[in-house]
């Protein structure tokens, strides 16, 4: 109600923004169009739906204060702010000396999984390895955004014996319980034959 007369209000878009530093930061206008239906007060409850007419809309500034994260940051924080979890996989666990094999570290949940950088993964020295293939998928869930970050290696050994990529360990910075979670995938035995 404005100025004693009622107004209907719609959400005509929303946006979820993951701000990048800390500090004061200002959230300028947003404008756009819309075609509104005048009704015409004179006609009858059959008669005409009145005119239709552009307007232009303007939202108002806002300012938002972002805290800054926590420090000391652990080492192996990747980026990610919010809720995840992870689960890594190879494709094969014996295979022939330089035959490849590919290794997925999949990190899902609700945040910025858009900002989740590859963790460091410790790989044997007689193991080629190339940068992993990134794919994402991000969708809105009403008020959250999920989604899930893929990390797919391609890996070659190069030399026989039983090997061992060490537990793959990343952080991330949970903003409802104020503090960074580790999250650790098992090490992965490998028979090179």
């Known amino acids: 109600i404005i100025n004693g007369e009622n107004f209907t209000t719609v959400d005509l878009k929303k946006y979820a923004l993951f701000a990048q530093r800390s500090g004061t930061l200002t959230i300028d206008q947003i404008g756009g169009k819309a075609e509104v239906r005048i009704a ?3 006609a009858g409850f059959f008669g005409s739906f009145g005119q239709t007419e552009t307007i232009n809309l303007k939202s108002d500034t806002t300012t938002v204060e972002v805290l800054p994260l926590p420090q000391p940051q652990p080492t192996d924080f990747t980026g ?10 190879t494709d094969k666990q014996t295979l022939a000396a330089n035959e490849s094999f590919k ?6 949940g609700e945040g910025n999984t858009k900002l989740i950088s590859q963790p460091n993964i ?10 992993p293939q990134v794919t ?16 797919e290696y391609t890996i070659v050994p190069t030399e026989t014996g039983n090997f061992e990529i060490p537990a793959i360990k990343f952080s991330y ?3 409802k319980e104020q503090q960074y979670k580790s999250i650790e ?3 992965i035995q490998l028979q090179i034959t």
Not at 80 to 89: D, E, K, L, P
Not at 103 to 108: P, W
Not at 136 to 151: L, P, Q, R, S, Y
């Open 185 to 187: 995938q098992p090490a």
């Open 173 to 175: 910075f949970d903003p």
């Open 136 to 151: 994402e998928n991000v969708t809105n869930a009403g008020d959250a955004i999920v989604g899930n970050k893929m990390f």
């Open 122 to 131: 410790e790989f044997p020295a007689s193991f080629e390895h190339f940068d």
């Open 40 to 42: 015409d007060p004179n």
């Open 103 to 108: 290794l997925q570290l999949r990190v899902a």
């Open 80 to 89: 990610g702010v919010g809720s995840f979890s992870a689960q890594i996989q």
